[in-house]
């Protein structure tokens, strides 16, 4: 991915009030009146030319949400939302239908360009001279959705996907195209009236990806979302499913940022993974939304449920997640470990700056006979900040052998922030095996002195330090991402110290 | 020419004074040795010229080729030429050793405004240097210091030292921890960066690493101040009759 070093140069020289992804786009846009109703509901269906059935799903949910109230167990604080005060749909207007990239508004395009997201398949070829020791990136392929507000405005390497048999398309196409898995699948891991963010997502999501790799394939190329929110006062409920058949492989990668404002603006999305029999999930995340300024007004705020059904025997779901943005982050990716001999992972790097709250971990749910699960949080506070982590590792009465290992390390920068560990665990069978570690340290003034007095400044010995502490979950990143993250932690945490 | 002019200085750690006044001069291509019991300063003397937080000058300043030392940050210092080698070298994990000195040069080389190393002109001088000082590549690899025995560490101090190419070495209690062998590594190791452009600080208790690497002067502190200053021969009587006889002079 030739814009990668390019992000990464242009990533260097901003300092923590220039959010780089803080630009806004000006082009029309399509909305939906403000608020929620039935009519949204049906409005957003109708865009969408949904057949019967997904309206009735949708309107479903909605009539479920009005009965629910938001969690507050979270360790996160921030005024009671307003649900009447948010457009809950807005797309870019289209001149005419879209069939190649050409036809989508050049404006979108210079954003994605921005934002180094080459959305021309040409730009992926083109390549720029790889450094000795370096896989050429030229070589590397990545099939790219990308959503802009609402709807998604183009997906890249389609034909390529599909002499592969790989379904790659947003889900509102493929409500259309393929109803029979969309309509066996969906819902299936987060059901409609899982918890209050999910419910709503059921009701008024607008876009996402859908990914169907059919049995025995490896995809042939990583599959990445990149979402972009727009819009003044626009909420973000994008649903992403994604289904490996037996014996099949998929990598998916996902990338998030947002204008500054400050305003706060929400991002509710479900993302559902589905994996049978041998099948192997990888799923990546680089959430980078608008964290809010340095006094903490504004940013995004994150309520997401993202779970991996673990459906097949010996099928296999991981998480990375490298989390630096949004003013509240609220995220479990968690995995159900059905099938026997399943596992799931979930590896996560959580950090913290100024005012921003997270409270993020995992839920491993074993089911199964023989099931593994690992899990690897480092929580990073910086500022004012406060970082949670939340963990559930619990095993079935009928899950004998199950096996969990986690660590949980955070690490304190400054007096001023506050990190959490709260781990539950649960066996209700005698031969499970659960191990849990935690530590929290502060950032050590000696090695940071031992690092500057050999030449590297204080925001780049605080980098440095950092990387080393989370270096264990940057390895589980897919190589283009690795090297964006190391960078974004550096750029997140400056100036944290001092 | 005098590279190092510390004059008068004196120094506070949380309003104890721990230096009162102290004065010394270190020319270009010179080893000086500064040795003194417990608690006479030498270790804050090393940490006020690196630039260490937690100091207070109250008086006094040190000029390093001429420029005023104490107005740089410590990076600053380190890439005008100080290096502080570690009583203690710090343990790093999760950063290997060898971006840790590649990210150090070439920090240090960009604020000089020179072009930084590519990866493979690093990698041969790395391997240069590394073979010289019998440090196994493998080594490289790991964390920072992390797992490395006390000769390791040291060693390490060493290469660095002589990938940086700094102009005023400080090395501050060389020899604690370390054994007769390692030390003759280490001090092997030292003495092959001794040049004409080039000055080296030693603080040490004993004058057993002075056996090792000879000092051109020697230099007794007490109590925050230079009591003495010599020629080598100083160090073989100090270790003959001990500091006690300076303890009035302070």
């Not at chain 1, 923590?16 to 909305?31: L, M, N, P």
């Not at chain 2, 002075?210 to 009591?227: A, E, F």
Request: hydrophobic share 35%; proline share 4%; glycine share 8%.
């Amino acid at each position: 991915m030739p814009a990668v070093q390019e992000t990464v140069e242009r990533v260097k020289r901003i300092d923590v009030d220039q959010y780089r992804y803080g630009f806004e786009t000006q082009i029309e846009s399509d909305k939906a009146p403000k608020g929620l109703s039935e009519d949204t509901v049906r409005f957003i269906s109708e865009k969408k030319n949904e057949p019967a059935w997904m309206l009735q799903w949708r309107l479903e949910a909605y009539r479920r949400w009005l009965t629910m109230t938001e969690p507050t167990w979270a360790r996160v604080d921030y005024p009671k939302i307003d649900f009447q005060d948010l457009y809950y749909y807005s797309a870019p207007k289209p001149k005419k239908s879209i069939t190649s990239l050409d036809e989508i508004d050049p404006e979108i395009l210079k954003t994605y360009e921005k934002l180094g997201i080459p959305l021309r398949e040409v730009a992926m070829l083109e390549g720029v001279e790889p450094k000795v020791g370096e896989e050429d990136p030229a070589k590397r392929k990545i099939a790219v959705d990308a959503v802009f507000d609402s709807v998604s405005v183009a997906t890249t390497f389609k034909a390529e996907l599909k002499k592969a048999g790989v379904i790659f398309m947003p889900i509102s196409e493929a409500i259309r195209e393929h109803p029979e898995l969309v309509q066996k699948y969906l819902g299936s891991v987060v059901p409609t009236s899982d918890n209050f963010y999910a419910t709503l997502n059921s009701a008024v999501f607008s876009d996402g990806s859908f990914v169907y790799v059919p049995p025995g394939v490896r995809c042939p190329m990583e599959l990445s979302t990149y979402f972009r929110i727009n819009e003044r006062n626009t909420g973000q409920f994008e649903r992403t499913l994604i289904i490996a058949d037996k014996g099949s492989y998929v990598s998916y990668l996902e990338g998030c940022t947002a204008p500054q404002r400050d305003e706060n603006q929400l991002h509710a999305a479900v993302v559902e993974l589905v994996a049978h029999d041998d099948a192997e999930i990888k799923y990546s995340t680089v959430q980078n939304w608008y964290p809010g300024n340095s006094e903490g007004k504004g940013g995004i705020y994150n309520f997401v449920t993202k779970r991996g059904d673990c459906r097949g025997n010996r099928s296999k779901i991981s998480w990375t997640q490298v989390e630096t943005g949004s003013a509240i982050t609220w995220k479990y990716p968690s995995c159900i470990l059905r099938g026997d001999n399943s596992s799931g992972e979930f590896y996560s790097i959580a950090i913290s700056n100024g005012f921003q709250q997270v409270d993020s971990g995992t839920k491993m749910i074993h089911l199964g006979k023989n099931t593994s699960s690992r899990i690897i949080s480092k929580g990073i506070a910086a500022g004012k900040s406060q970082n949670t982590y939340r963990g559930l590792v619990t095993a079935h009465r009928k899950a004998t052998g199950a096996r969990n290992f986690t660590a949980c390390d955070s690490l304190l920068i400054g007096d001023k922030c506050g990190a959490h560990t709260v781990p539950y665990i649960e066996a209700k069978n005698s031969s499970a095996t659960f191990e849990h570690e935690a530590t929290t340290s502060k950032i050590s003034e000696d090695v940071l002195f031992y690092c500057i007095q050999r030449g590297l400044s204080q925001e780049e010995a605080v980098g440095l330090v950092v990387n080393g502490f989370v270096k264990d979950v940057l390895q589980q990143l897919p190589m283009e991402f690795a090297v964006e993250a190391q960078k974004l932690i550096s750029i997140s945490l400056e100036g944290s110290v001092g | 020419m005098a590279l190092l002019e510390v004059k008068d200085l004196k120094v506070r750690v949380e309003e104890r004074e721990i230096l009162h006044g102290l004065t010394l001069t270190v020319n270009e291509g010179e080893v000086h040795a500064i040795m003194g019991p417990n608690g006479s300063g030498k270790s804050t003397l090393s940490h006020v010229i690196a630039g260490k937080p937690g100091y207070e000058v109250t008086d006094g300043q040190i000029l390093f080729k001429g420029e005023d030392l104490l107005e740089m940050s410590p990076d600053e210092r380190a890439a005008k030429g100080v290096f502080l080698a570690f009583q203690y070298p710090v343990e790093i994990p999760g950063v290997a050793t060898m971006t840790f000195l590649r990210t150090a040069l070439n920090a240090q080389r960009k604020a000089r405004g020179e072009s930084e190393y590519s990866t493979p002109d690093f990698l041969k001088k790395v391997r240069e240097v590394s073979k010289s000082l019998n440090i196994p590549q493998d080594m490289l690899k790991r964390g920072v210091n992390v797992g490395f025995s006390g000769g390791e560490k040291k060693r390490n101090e060493v290469l660095q030292m002589a990938l940086f190419e700094p102009s005023l070495c400080i090395l501050d209690e060389m020899d604690s921890g370390l054994d007769i062998d390692a030390l003759r590594i280490a001090a092997d190791g030292v003495n092959a960066l001794r040049s004409p452009k080039r000055a080296m600080v030693v603080i040490t208790h004993y004058q057993r690493l002075l056996n090792y690497i000879v000092p051109d002067v020697v230099h007794v502190m007490s109590k925050g101040r230079v009591v003495k200053s010599g020629g080598k021969e100083l160090a073989l009587e100090l270790e003959a009759s001990g500091y006690a006889q300076f303890e009035d002079a302070a």
